[in-house]
């Protein structure tokens, strides 16, 4: 009779469980930031945990070329110049990734 009693507990729970697993599976344990002031056009200050090699490797995928030397600022933004269509820019790259020209 023990045996049922459990068992019936369990069948009871597991629907639980499985409600409770509901939400955010992205795996993301960083959200984006949003930011009230409305500027997009600003690198997101932060923790960067981008090397030199992966800021390199994602504004060459993002088609710039010419890529000067690279500075990891104090307020965690990666700041160097670059080429795009025949222009030098300066450029940021925030702990989010986002490429930003000024």
Known sequence: MKRYVFFAAFLALTPAAAIAQEGDTTGSI????????????????????????QVRERLAAAGYTGIGHLDLESDGVWRTTAMKDDTLVSLGVDHQGNIVEK
């Open 30 to 53: 960083n959200p984006p930031v949003v930011t009230d002031d409305g500027n997009a056009n600003m690198p997101v200050p932060g923790e960067n945990s981008f090397t030199e090699p």
